[in-house]
């Protein structure tokens, strides 16, 4: 089965309202990988997390890795119609490095 | 600089014949990889491989093949399709470890098994 756990599966937002998704592992992660694809595409690297309570953030957009390494979380402020798509967490397979095993998305749609 | 490029964009194939599907990237990447997307559960790793002539299973092999003798291409086979092998297929490279390494992905396959 699934390595991470990823909610909510389903998030519609109105524009301008903020929005998150979780990450979480039953293992420890060496990182997490966040991917964004937006309909009909394919999925597009946004960012890695590496170490500890990492915090990066890309414009609107705030990653977060937890303490134990275990858990992460995607925030957008004031979602713009732009943000629609499914957004990916992705983590190293327990026991193998050259597997990268992804959650199952959250869907973001943005009402205008 | 293409990246990763996938052919076909679009397939239907009849349950019994088959395929493949071709895969190339123009990076230099030593690890590349096909993963299944299905609705609701996100994408699946079928096959893996970290160089030309290394490739290993992933977690949803059964019913496909891959091969890898150029670092280049990492082309996946579907032997005798069936219908539950419809799906998007994509591939996907990256430096080193695949775990490890943000990966590059090409535009999909989008498979119809009838």
């Known amino acids: 089965g699934q390595q991470v756990m990823q909610i909510p599966q389903y998030q519609h937002v109105q524009e301008g309202e903020d929005f998150t998704t979780y990450c979480n592992s039953s293992?420890?992660?060496?990182?997490i990988q966040w991917y964004k694809q937006r309909p009909g595409g394919h999925p597009v690297f946004l960012i890695q997390l590496v170490k500890s309570g990492e915090v990066k953030k890309q414009k609107r957009l705030t990653f977060q890795f937890g303490e134990a390494k275990k858990n992460s979380s995607l925030h957008i402020t004031a979602t713009q119609t732009t943000d629609v798509g499914t957004y990916f967490c992705a983590g190293p397979h327990p026991g193998s490095n050259y597997k990268l095993t992804f959650g199952k998305g959250t869907l973001l749609t943005v009402n205008p | 600089n293409a990246g990763v490029t996938q052919t076909p964009k679009f397939q239907v194939l009849k349950t019994g014949q088959s395929m493949t599907l071709q895969c190339a990237q123009d990076m230099n990447h030593e690890y590349m990889s096909w993963y299944r997307q299905d609705p609701g559960m996100g994408l699946r790793l079928i096959h893996y491989?970290?160089?030309?002539?290394?490739?290993d299973q992933g977690e949803v092999p059964n019913g496909y093949n891959v091969s890898r003798s150029t670092t280049e291409d990492f082309p996946l086979r579907l032997l005798s399709a069936a219908p539950s092998q419809t799906s998007v297929y994509f591939c996907?490279?990256?430096?080193?470890?695949?775990?490890?390494?943000?990966?590059?992905f090409g535009d999909g396959t989008r498979l119809s098994i009838l």
């Open positions: 491989s970290v160089g030309a002539g290394i490739t």
């Open positions: 293992t420890t992660l060496s990182n």
């Open positions: 996907a490279s990256s430096l080193g470890q695949g775990g490890n390494q943000p990966q590059h």
